[in-house]
């Protein structure tokens, strides 16, 4: 998990300028939409994942409490610091919670939280603040989509019900993806912006179906998931083209495994040696072994 606060930095840094004042009119978009439905509700390495474009979540309180003109000011304080100082935007967050646990604006600082503790690569402390947050905004895709990216990957030997976490995830991501597939663009906000942040979304949401389903040793089914992610992240993630590279050669897609494999041995990380081994071993299967049909 460490590799996500460096990247999650970098993301940040490059979209912050475009987003940052446009977060809170794709907020108000999803206001705008009925919830959507839930569905019923080999291991990866290490999570390397880029954070999604920053969007203010919607609160569906339908009497919040009244805000204070101290209220209000401390609410902007926290709101106004842009995210590049990352520990002063968390010390503002956990001051104006402390101060003001019932605020109607409490949603919008789990939403920061949330990210933080993913930066952070504090996985438990990320999932209780999200589902705090979802509590409040339930239709927010973009919390939908952080968690469900990462609790697949974060499963090792002494994960109690994994396949709890695995089903989980599966839930969150479809939810997630649901919401974007209705949600208008909010007025003033450009083509363009609008679909960067759906699309970033969009992947990390795919990526946590494609680990779900490697987890459930559902090959071709991650292989689908995850291409989809890979087409749409904007960041290459060196372990979506690992377990897809897998998932192609579980499925006898030697030809689609050596490119993933590549593609991940190109990507600066921890798995550049372990994808470049894969390739060459995938390149044995493809002239030993029958390929399945496309």
């Known amino acids: 998990m460490k590799a996500h606060s460096n ?4 993301f940040v840094m490059a979209l912050i300028a475009v987003l940052f004042c446009t977060a809170t009119a794709f907020a108000q978009a999803a206001q705008q939409q009925p919830p959507a439905q839930n569905p019923p509700a080999q291991t990866p390495p290490p999570a390397d994942k880029s954070a999604p474009p ?11 409490p009244p805000v204070s003109a101290e209220e209000e000011a401390a609410y902007k304080v926290f709101h106004d610091q842009q995210p590049t100082d990352p520990a002063k935007k ?8 402390q101060k003001y646990p019932q605020s109607r604006y409490r949603a919008e600082v789990y939403s920061w939280e949330v990210k933080s503790f ?17 509590v409040l905004a339930p239709d927010d895709p973009q919390t939908l989509a952080i968690v469900c990216s990462v609790l697949p990957r974060a499963i090792n030997a002494s994960t109690p019900d994994p396949m709890k976490r695995v089903a989980k ?4 991501c479809q939810k997630s993806l649901d919401i974007l597939a209705t949600m ?3 007025e003033g ?13 969009s992947a990390f949401a795919y990526s946590g179906l494609g680990v779900a389903a490697f987890r459930r040793g559902k090959f071709a089914d991650a292989a689908t998931n995850l291409d989809k ?7 290459p993630d060196q372990v979506n083209y690992y377990v897809l590279a897998i998932s192609h050669q579980k499925t006898s897609h030697f030809e689609d495994a050596i490119a993933a494999f590549n593609k991940c041995a190109s990507v600066p990380g921890g798995l550049q040696a372990t994808c470049t081994q894969g390739a060459e071993e995938a390149k044995k299967l493809a002239a030993t072994q029958l390929s399945a049909p496309k």
Do not use: C, H, W
Not at 119 to 129: N, R, S
């Open 7 to 10: 990247r999650i930095g970098r």
């Open 54 to 64: 920053q969007a203010t979540p919607l609160t569906l309180e339908s009497t919040p």
């Open 90 to 97: 968390d010390q503002l967050g956990d001051e104006f919670l």
């Open 118 to 134: 993913y930066a952070k690569g504090q996985v438990d402390k990320m999932e209780e603040t999200a589902d705090k947050e979802l």
């Open 169 to 172: 995830a599966e839930q969150f």
């Open 184 to 186: 208008p663009k909010p």
């Open 189 to 201: 906000m450009t083509d363009e912006t609008f679909q960067v942040m759906k699309n970033q979304i």
């Open 229 to 235: 992610s890979v087409k749409l992240d904007t960041q």
